[in-house]
């Protein structure tokens, strides 16, 4: 089923390229644009976790490098019977977190610095096993996808609105055609994000409860995470706005209404589902992770210094 998502994904992504250059310069554009999805989509299903990590700026680090963190990640990724991700951190004061990679055995996790140093272990816990979910449901590849497609998208664009205007014979719209491309475009690939996002924000809230065994854990967690991120503002995720529905809560400041224009359900829905899950949930031992063996997260300097 994800398989398909994804093929729906590229599909439509395809389709709002083709319509993009067919606005700004008819079908020799439309043309053009499909050779250009087609590169698009292929380089996206290879490279794009790369290039999310790297417009966050995040850091790879080890088990030297950090010990907390990692063995948090590799007790978790095995409770989630899963191969052990990469590990990464971005040196960004507000608290947030994604997962990202084609597959699981390609796959890497990263938080930044601020919720290291906001969350208890329990919690801390509860948001990884949740990126971890993302993983084992296979989202990574389709929301990654997304990013670098939707940011492609909005690229060509504006391309069209800057160097398409003069050529407007092209288009059977004219400049009409290129300004609501340079303007819709965005918008129709947001729009393609949210139908894919929000109805796996609740799939990896429930798989991640099971998987770290601690529901109000990853409650919380989304609780003060919410609180601070609208405070905070994240400068990679504002650059980068296309990746906004990676995170686990939305970085981008002012979007927190569970509405048409949102890349994230309500906070509030989410801690009311985990909440009765909680009150439901038969305890598994094996996908429980113990007190023990969770490292507690040094507030002053995080667990990689």
């Not at 050779?35 to 290879?46: H, L």
């Not at 991120?229 to 906004?244: D, L, Q, T």
Request: glycine content about 8%.
């Amino acid at each position: 089923m994800n398989y398909f998502r994804t093929m729906l994904l590229l599909a439509a992504m395809t389709a709002l390229f083709m319509g993009v250059g067919y606005l700004i310069g008819g079908t020799g554009g439309m043309l053009i644009a499909l050779v250009f999805a087609i590169g698009t989509n292929a380089f996206a299903y290879w490279n794009s976790d790369k290039m999310v990590l790297r417009m966050h700026n995040a850091e790879p680090v080890t088990q030297a490098s950090a010990p907390d963190l990692y063995q948090m990640v590799g007790e978790l990724a095995r409770n989630a019977d899963l191969p052990m991700p990469r590990v990464y951190i971005i040196h960004d004061q507000q608290p947030n977190a994604f997962a990202t990679g084609r597959n699981p055995d390609n796959a890497a996790v990263a938080v930044t610095a601020g919720i290291m140093r906001l969350l208890n272990r329990e919690e801390l816990a509860g948001v990884v096993a949740h990126e971890l979910a993302h993983i084992k449901n296979r989202d990574t590849l389709t929301m990654t996808i997304a990013a670098t497609v939707a940011g492609a998208v909005s690229m060509l664009a504006q391309f069209g609105l800057f160097f398409g205007g003069s050529r407007d014979e092209r288009s059977p719209f004219g400049f009409v055609g290129v300004i609501l491309a340079a303007l819709l475009a965005p918008l129709a690939a947001t729009m393609i994000q949210m139908m894919i996002s929000r109805t796996r924000e609740y799939s990896a809230d429930r798989l991640g409860a099971e998987i770290c065994g601690q529901p109000m854990a990853l409650a919380s967690a989304l609780k003060k995470i919410s609180g601070y991120a609208g405070r905070i503002e994240m400068e990679s995720a504002e650059r980068n706005p296309a990746s906004a529905h990676m995170f686990i809560i939305n970085p981008l400041s002012g979007a927190r209404m569970d509405n048409l224009f949102s890349t994230h359900p309500n906070v509030e829905n989410r801690i009311r589902a985990l909440s009765e899950m909680s009150g439901t949930m038969q305890p598994r031992s094996q996908a429980t992770v113990r007190k023990s063996t969770i490292p507690r997260v040094s507030r002053r300097s995080g667990p990689w210094g």
